[in-house]
């Protein structure tokens, strides 16, 4: 079946700095690829999304790009700020299992000014 | 457009107590879905609805049944609650015009202690 692994969190980083958040997954067909962002005591959102290989999905200064060859959908910004501190989820859907989105666990962010 | 609402925000319940979560939508999406969120464990999918009268199991429906009589609602019941099904409930909805490319739109959640 499908599946997402992200990496461990949480992630600490100071304000400024550089943002990877790996990601990579599993499909049984070509999945469209997304990230969610959860603010604390939120629901999630969309963050950015990408359909087909090599799309790049941005939003808000993140970026990430769908590499079917090595099956991962990275997160990344450039300069990260304290607002940008949340939970992000990358996920899957598929048509042939009724576009169900597959999450990974999530990966806690935390920036400190 | 209010999105998706969840009512109620917050219950506590006792072990064998029986509830509903309410779900509604007012952006016409055939799609709706509800998922529960365990701590670390992202969010697994209970049941899902590809419209008014059509509904499917998730990876966990153990302990839980859904109805959808129209588009705009999509209830979740939890019959004999039990302290596994405390958790972080959210409903989400989409289109799906877009072959899985769509934007699923999610609720506030509902958090939910059984004791």
């Known amino acids: 079946g499908d599946s997402v692994t992200q990496m461990e969190g949480p992630v600490t980083l100071s304000e400024e700095a550089f943002l990877t958040i790996n990601c990579t997954y599993t499909a049984t067909g070509y999945p469209s690829l997304f990230w969610y962002v959860q603010y604390p005591g939120e629901g999630l959102q969309l963050l950015l999304k990408?359909?087909?290989?090599?799309d790049k999905g941005s939003n808000k200064g993140f970026e990430a790009t769908y590499r079917k060859e090595t099956t991962s959908f990275h997160l990344e910004k450039g300069s990260v700020q304290v607002s940008d501190s949340a939970v992000y989820f990358c996920?899957?859907?598929?048509?042939?299992?009724?576009?169900?989105?597959?999450f990974g666990k999530g990966t806690l962010l935390t920036v400190n000014p | 457009n209010a999105g998706v609402t969840q009512t109620p925000k917050f219950r506590i319940l006792k072990i064998g107590q029986s509830m509903t979560l309410q779900c509604a939508q007012d952006m016409n999406h055939n799609y709706m879905y509800w998922y529960r969120q365990d701590p670390g464990m992202g969010l697994k999918l209970i049941y899902y609805s590809v419209g008014a009268g059509i509904t499917d199991k998730g990876e966990v429906p153990n302990g839980y049944n859904v109805s959808r009589s129209t588009t705009e609602d999509f209830p979740l019941r939890l019959e004999l609650a039990a302290p596994s099904q405390t958790s972080v409930y959210f409903c989400a909805s989409s289109t799906q015009r877009g072959m899985g490319s769509d934007t699923q739109y999610f609720g506030p959640g509902t958090r939910l202690t059984v004791l």
């Open positions: 990408a359909t087909k290989a090599d």
């Open positions: 996920a899957l859907s598929e048509r042939g299992s009724n576009y169900k989105l597959t």
